[in-house]
């Protein structure tokens, strides 16, 4: 069955941490894995895609890592602000079909001063 | 170049009532996927569409929803005779192809209905 699991499901941290959040998948076969920032009310933004042969990817401050083997994708964020505030989705698209996007239940992320 | 534009942004219905989404992809975009959220929960799929036609709805139930999105004009999601459980935030997302292709898909800020 094609799931994606993601953890933690919360995390509270001071403003200028850094933190790692993580994505179990069971996608198979796998194209590529996404990770979307989705602040409250809004719709999700893209903040990086990586396909099978990257291991890692970095948009600002944000630093995604692919393990394809373990089937593990990680986020990093480092030097966090109050708008890193949100919702982080872990999403992974199948190699078949054309419903092939996999979503996370997401790990919601306050920054507090 | 606008991003995708979905309206009303709020939808309050009473039970019973049809409710009717719209989604205007981004230009040049002729895909659209609708997705349903749930308080605390992910997204959802519900149903996938080129212009004309629908590729898979396989994530929208049986009864009650259809979506379109037809030649010229907005795509549109609708729910007959609306359910208190039909209360959810509803997102349209947008790509310039099939996202197997690698296409980025591009999401609208959602409509959330509230059934009373």
């Known amino acids: 069955k094609n799931q994606v699991e993601q953890s933690p499901q919360s995390l509270i941290i001071l403003e200028g941490k850094n933190c790692t959040l993580q994505?179990?998948?069971?996608?198979?076969?796998?194209?590529?894995l996404r990770w979307y920032k989705q602040d409250t009310g809004r719709g999700p933004v893209s903040l990086t895609i990586?396909?099978?042969?990257?291991n890692t990817k970095s948009n600002g401050r944000y630093t995604a890592t692919l393990d394809a083997d373990t089937k593990q994708s990680s986020l990093h964020i480092t030097a966090s602000q109050l708008s890193d505030s949100a919702s982080y989705i872990c999403?992974?698209?199948?190699?078949?079909?054309?419903?092939?996007?996999?979503f996370g239940t997401g790990t919601r992320l306050t920054v507090i001063p | 170049n606008a991003g995708v534009m979905q309206n009303p942004r709020h939808l309050v219905r009473r039970r019973g009532q049809e409710a009717r989404l719209r989604c205007s992809p981004m230009?040049?975009?002729?895909?659209v996927y609708w997705y349903r959220q749930l308080p605390e929960e992910g997204l959802k799929f519900m149903v996938y569409l080129q212009k004309e036609n629908i590729i898979d709805e396989s994530g929208m139930p049986k009864e009650r929803f259809s979506a379109e999105f037809p030649k010229e004009g907005p795509s549109i999601l609708r729910i007959q005779q609306v359910v208190r459980g039909d209360s959810a935030a509803y997102f349209c997302?947008?790509?310039?192809?099939?996202?197997?292709?690698?296409?980025?898909?591009?999401f609208g800020p959602g409509t959330r209905l509230t059934v009373t």
């Open positions: 994505c179990n998948y069971t996608v198979s076969p796998f194209s590529n």
């Open positions: 990586m396909t099978f042969s990257e």
């Open positions: 997302a947008s790509s310039p192809g099939q996202t197997i292709a690698h296409y980025e898909q591009y």
């Open positions: 999403v992974v698209s199948a190699d078949r079909g054309a419903n092939n996007l996999f």
């Open positions: 230009k040049g975009h002729s895909h």
